[in-house]
């Protein structure tokens, strides 16, 4: 009375699944210098975690007696797993199987595990390889016909994004549905040399009359720039260290709070380069990534997005083991002004910080928006505002440090001037509607026209203008909380984490 041969067929099955596209194709894509999917889940979370869902699902070959020949497995690999002992939803494309086209797909697959991540309330990680379950020509001759495009289960895509942290590695070539299930992430990796992402291949565009390659077609070093991906690395191994990395900042899901970790840099720890890091020079650069270094957690500055819209930093950090989400100026590029794609990124990591509740910390150096012909043919004031709105809107604790510039709209987008003002200046703040050297000329016009000595009564105007300038004056009428020495920032900035995260019910 025993299950026995029923036993014996599900673990020959098994292993027929574990074959994925056989050991010819597996090789190939290890000739490829990738990873073979089963490979990437492995790299990717706790050892011994796994435990895969669906693992038999694919296409049965028998006898004319109905007995098993073999087992083509579907291409979608997933399960629940463990990453730094927290639970997942991790899934890997199998590009060993049809490329990962829709005829050797099992489209309940894909949805059951989308579902898994929101019913759960547990983050997602998609490790991408192909069209992703996306559309092949071959899938007319398998249904006889052809279809209006559709992709069912994409509301559990959109849903995921509203409700838990969602990771994409992009791990090869990737088009079509596979293009934008790496999109539909909250944080999104490229191996360079290895990965590109397009809408439509090289062969299709060429039948528009363009000529290209994948790599000049959709490369990592278009689109870790343009702003469709967030971050290049250079192998699978990186993607998941920094995959690993990015969850550990955030909740499992919204309505849950992210972990503090044990901190064993002083919240009191002083950094005395911070009373000389700001020249004198009002358009001289300075490192602010060495500021973050300087008042964070020693290590902890986890930065997302470096390499688009460079005149913001976004990254992680933590304060005393406090997380929390870091909105910085960087003065060594466009002088740290923003233009259309800065302000795109700014709107995006803010709404992010607030969706999944971490604290936001603005260190400001902003000189305004980018102003000329290109920045206007852009679009950046539309952009501009939209960052601004989403500043105006969050609504976790923020902190904002005036390091040195602040001026116009975007001056005005440090913070909520509606609500209690969480700031601080540095003794190199520097602010106004417009900066003084460029509006000088414009509002003393006529009277520097009719001075005798128009060159020396410019210079009488700057010299007195700049005594109004001082950051003191505007703290004398309370237009700025508080000045504080540089050194200090570390200390009140984890004192305004411990109070950010009583705040947030920790």
């Not at 939803?89 to 489209?107: H, K, L, N, P, Y």
């Not at 439509?200 to 490369?219: Q, T």
């Not at 004056?473 to 009583?502: H, M, N, Q, S, V």
Request: with cysteine.
């Amino acid at each position: 009375m025993s299950w026995d041969k029923e036993i014996e067929e599900l673990r020959a099955r098994e292993t027929m699944a574990e074959a994925m596209g056989g050991a010819e194709k597996v090789e190939r894509q290890h000739s490829r210098g990738k990873l073979d999917a089963r490979a990437r889940i492995a790299g990717l979370v706790d050892a011994g975690s796994f435990r895969e869902v669906g693992k038999i699902a694919g296409k049965g070959s028998y006898d004319a007696e109905g007995n098993l020949l073999g087992l083509a497995a579907s291409n979608l690999i997933f399960g629940r797993a463990n990453i730094e002992g927290r639970p997942v939803v991790a899934s890997a494309d199998d590009f060993t199987v049809r490329g990962g086209a829709a005829d050797a797909a099992i489209r309940r697959k894909f949805e059951q595990c989308e579902a898994m991540a929101h019913t759960l309330k547990i983050p997602l990680i998609r490790m991408i390889d192909g069209t992703g379950g996306g559309g092949s020509v071959k899938t007319l001759e398998t249904i006889g016909a052809t279809y209006v495009p559709a992709v069912p289960g994409w509301s559990d895509v959109i849903r995921n994004l509203e409700s838990v942290p969602v990771v994409a590695l992009s791990l090869g070539p990737t088009a079509g549905l596979g293009a934008a299930r790496v999109v539909a992430s909250h944080y999104s990796i490229m191996v360079k040399g290895l990965s590109q992402l397009f809408a439509a291949g090289p062969a299709v565009v060429e039948a528009i009359g363009e000529k290209s390659d994948k790599e000049s077609l959709g490369g990592s070093e278009i689109h870790t720039r343009n702003g469709v991906v967030d971050e290049e690395v250079a192998s699978e191994a990186e993607a998941f260290a920094r995959a690993r990395r990015f969850l550990s900042y955030l909740p499992s899901a919204v309505g849950q709070l992210a972990a503090r970790t044990p901190c064993s840099d002083p919240a009191d720890r002083r950094e005395e380069a911070l009373i000389s890091t700001v020249p004198r020079g009002a358009f001289e650069a300075y490192s602010m990534r060495k500021v973050l270094e300087a008042v964070f957690d020693s290590g902890s500055v986890f930065e997302m997005g470096r390499m688009w819209g460079r005149a913001a930093i976004t990254a992680f950090a933590r304060l005393d083991g406090w997380p929390v989400a870091v909105l910085a100026s960087d003065p060594s590029f466009l002088g740290g002004s923003w233009e259309a794609k800065t302000s795109e990124k700014a709107e995006r990591f803010i709404k992010l910080a607030d969706q999944f509740r971490l604290p936001v910390v603005h260190m400001v150096d902003n000189p305004g928006f980018m102003i000329g012909n290109a920045a206007e043919v852009a679009g950046t004031i539309r952009y501009g505002v939209n960052a601004m709105n989403a500043i105006y809107k969050a609504t976790v604790p923020l902190a904002c440090v005036v390091v040195r510039k602040a001026y116009g709209i975007a001056g005005s987008a440090m913070s909520n001037a509606d609500a209690f003002q969480y700031r601080f200046a540095w003794p190199s703040g520097d602010w106004g509607s417009l900066p003084i050297e460029g509006g000088i000329e414009v509002a003393y016009k006529s009277e520097i026209e009719a001075a005798e000595d128009g060159p020396a009564h410019l210079a009488a105007i700057r010299v007195r203008l700049n005594k109004l300038r001082s950051p003191f004056r505007t703290a004398e009428i309370f237009g700025i909380e508080d000045i504080i020495d540089p050194r200090d920032t570390r200390p009140l900035l984890c004192e305004f984490a411990e109070l950010a995260w009583k705040g947030l019910g920790a």
